[in-house]
């Protein structure tokens, strides 16, 4: 018999929120200008500066959030209610957004804003039903995913780089907390590539 | 001869920030808009859900930092200036804010931003000198800190907790993300205490 590794969620037998546009909305809605809460008018040094090598300061992170706005997510959504799964996804570009870097994190934060209030009302002139969210689309790397799953990790990757932004900004005081870092699982440091 | 173990920030020998009280109030007077602009009028399922067993919820997160700011930062900041380390600080309660989880989201953080005001205020009223800055207390458990130990911590415990209140809300979307997991990492389990 064969045993199906189950999930962290599912291990837990935690209750978990359904799917609903609304409920993605209100994240993707609140990115921009919490991460102009964060960044907006701070000295260069919490916002330009990384968390050790080969990672990004809080401006490069608003930078890819451009980026993946422009070239990820709609883009992707449009290829899955047009090809379905005949055709795999376009592939992502971790790096492409090297050229956003000549902004400075006022204009990058500007800019996402922009782009994401264009993002949202295309979500909605798509007028997606219930049928067109189980659409099913071929990603490069991951195999067999939904319209409804691209959608929900469209929230969930800002939150994911929201706490990144927090990160980076932490680590610059690393060596001024003392004995507290040790309580602070933020300066851990980060995983490797 | 004895090995000295370096500091992740010593091993990477990169740079690091110097201590001053105006780049800790830029984090410190953002915190509030920060978590407005990440919780205020989120649905229910956003705000008031863990990220499994033993864990809070960000709602549960804005609790902590009003307690925090009542019992922790400035008492203990007012304590290093008139007891030296002579005597060891106060224990901080972690558990210290559950009668404040009578409150809403939005309550908490009206309190969160009127206390934080408060401490700021009080901060900038003690007219801190670079002396004493230096000025030593004794953590219950982690030994000799200095003030601006203490201070330092405080942003960065901001910061932290802004990371994890992101956790706590992309944790209730996990199972829609399909196997967009693996590329978040924002969703790994939170780690045993």
Request: with cysteine; glycine share 6%.
């Amino acid at each position: 018999m064969m045993t199906v590794s189950k999930s962290p969620h599912e291990r837990e037998g935690a209750r978990t929120m359904e799917f609903s546009i609304a409920r993605t909305v209100q994240i993707l809605q609140r990115t921009p200008g919490v991460l102009r809460a964060m960044i907006s008018g701070a000295d260069s040094c919490w916002v330009d500066e990384p968390y050790g090598p080969g990672t990004w300061s809080a401006r490069e992170v608003v930078a890819h959030l451009v980026f993946a706005e422009r070239t990820d997510w709609l883009p992707r959504a449009r290829w899955i209610l047009r090809e379905g799964d005949r055709t795999p996804l376009p592939a992502f570009d971790r790096a492409g957004h090297r050229d956003l870097l000549r902004h400075s994190a006022g204009e990058l934060l500007d800019l996402f804003e922009h782009e994401r209030a264009a993002g949202l009302a295309e979500l909605q002139a798509l007028g997606l039903t219930t049928a067109d969210l189980e659409r099913r689309g071929t990603h490069p790397a991951l195999g067999t995913v939904t319209l409804a799953n691209l959608l929900s990790t469209w929230a969930v990757h800002d939150l994911n780089h929201v706490a990144q932004v927090a990160k980076a900004m932490a680590w610059q005081y690393r060596a001024q907390v003392g004995p507290w870092e040790a309580y602070l699982s933020i300066l851990s440091p980060p995983n490797p590539r």
